[in-house]
């Protein structure tokens, strides 16, 4: 399986900025779709945003508008430009590779370690 990096994540006030990075290290993706996923203190880990290497994408309603996920194939990274951030973003940011075109987390099976990001009111 192919390792996958996040970076990026970090402490930002309300109305701020971050791009995340989700590298594949060391190689390609193993699939076809590369997903962001966010996990909040007691809840769930929710889909955000998903991308095929054909180019398409999908956002999540919660986000939409602020938030766009980009892929560069020479550099195998993925990326989420998080813009407007609320404090209700803050939550750890993982991404990870699928065998489908979806939100839903279970498609997904090669998980990076996750990133955080806290937005301060």
């Known amino acids: 399986q192919v390792q996958l990096l996040e970076s990026g994540g970090g402490l930002v006030q309300a109305g701020g900025s971050l791009r995340l990075s989700c590298a594949a290290s060391g190689s390609t993706f193993d699939t076809d779709y590369i997903g962001w996923f966010r996990q909040a203190p007691g809840k769930g880990r929710e889909g955000v945003s998903c991308?095929?290497?054909?180019?398409?994408?999908m956002i999540s309603n919660f986000v939409t508008g602020r938030f766009t996920i980009s892929m560069d194939n020479a550099k195998n990274t993925v990326y989420l430009q998080m813009t407007d951030l609320k404090p209700e973003d803050t939550a750890v940011y993982y991404c990870?590779?699928?065998?489908?075109?979806?939100?839903?987390?279970?498609?997904?099976?090669?998980w990076g370690q996750g990133t955080q990001v806290t937005v301060s009111s």
């Open positions: 991308i095929s290497r054909r180019g398409a994408t």
């Open positions: 990870a590779t699928g065998r489908a075109f979806s939100l839903d987390k279970s498609v997904y099976s090669n």
